[in-house]
């Protein structure tokens, strides 16, 4: 299994609340940690604990944080040797954690120079892979870019379109094969007017599991510790199945398991399950800590 992931890289700065801040409001936080993220990274990392060859194509600053974000994806199997280097600092994202929901705030940084050059230099890995994941977090060109060359190669486009931005819906839609929503983005991407009547379409419903094909299919039971990355986990963990071969809804349970794993853990990529978690799970000889 050969697995491309064209997307973010960010240093996450976690911040956990009792509860959202309201106007003119100051709120103490319960905590703050750091944690690699980046909806592009935290799908690689997911690819790569699930047993593909990942590799991740991106940006990050040339500094600190750019720096350990690549030792990271090293640390975690994933091919780092396409993530270039461009002016401007690391991408950020602040994730507000209640008990509740996660809100993130995410402040580009180099994220914002990935483009159509970095997936033209990446097109011959690309056009090689089974599957080819993308998001929402860069730029329309690049991502419509890195689509096409899947698409030369035979390889699968599993789009995730979050957060949605209307050009980069226009530009890639026409090119995927799966498209990966919840409720709110897919009337947004609908709002966009985007010819999206030929791809698969995979609705998360967050505790009530995932819908595809038309078919409901149910979560597993999960202890809430941090949200952050389970729809990443969930993405990176379709991917794969598809990879390997399974139908859709076959490969959108093997995601609701990775998914249900990943909310048990703080922090985006150190959350992403393994390969052995999500088949324990999925064979009934573990389960994800109940709610």
């Keep these: 299994m050969k697995v491309v992931s064209f997307g973010s890289l960010n240093c996450d700065l976690s911040i956990w609340l009792h ?28 690819a790569a604990r699930l047993g593909a060859e990942a590799h991740m194509v991106g940006c990050v600053g040339d500094d600190d944080r750019g ?6 994806l090293d640390s975690n199997g994933v091919d780092a040797s396409l993530v270039r280097t461009a002016d401007g600092p690391t991408g950020t994202a602040v994730p507000l ?10 402040v580009a940084g ?15 890995v ?15 060109a690049g991502a419509r870019r890195a689509a096409q060359a899947a698409r030369s190669g035979g390889a699968s486009v599993v789009f995730n379109p979050a957060p949605v931005d209307p050009f980069l819906v226009e530009a890639v839609a026409p090119l995927a ?5 919840n409720r709110a983005e897919q009337s947004q991407v609908a709002a966009t007017g985007a010819d999206t009547a030929h791809c698969r379409t995979v609705l998360t419903l967050g505790g009530l599991g995932a ?11 999960a202890r809430v510790v941090d949200p952050t990355g389970a729809g990443d986990a969930f993405c990176g963990a379709l991917g794969v199945a598809l990879a ?21 853990v703080p922090g985006a990529q150190p959350s992403m399950p393994t390969r052995a978690a999500v088949q324990s799970l999925l064979e009934g000889r573990g389960e994800a800590p109940a709610r």
């Design 211 to 221: 819908q595809a094909d038309g078919v409901v299919i149910p979560p597993y039971p």
């Design 126 to 140: 690309i056009a090689s892979a089974d599957v080819l994941l993308l998001q929402g977090e860069v730029a329309a």
């Design 97 to 106: 954690i209640t008990p509740d929901e996660v809100s993130i705030i995410v």
């Design 67 to 72: 720096r350990w974000l690549r030792g990271v």
């Design 110 to 124: 180099a994220n914002a120079s990935t483009g159509a050059a970095d997936a033209e230099a990446a097109a011959e």
């Design 244 to 264: 390997e071969g399974r139908v859709l809804i076959e490969a959108v349970r093997f995601a609701n398991a990775a998914g249900a794993l990943a909310v048990s």
């Design 177 to 181: 094969d799966v498209l990966v929503m």
């Design 19 to 46: 509860r959202l801040p309201g106007p003119d409001e100051t709120l103490r936080a319960d905590k703050m940690e750091s944690f690699a993220g980046g909806k592009g990274a935290n799908q690689a990392t997911a």
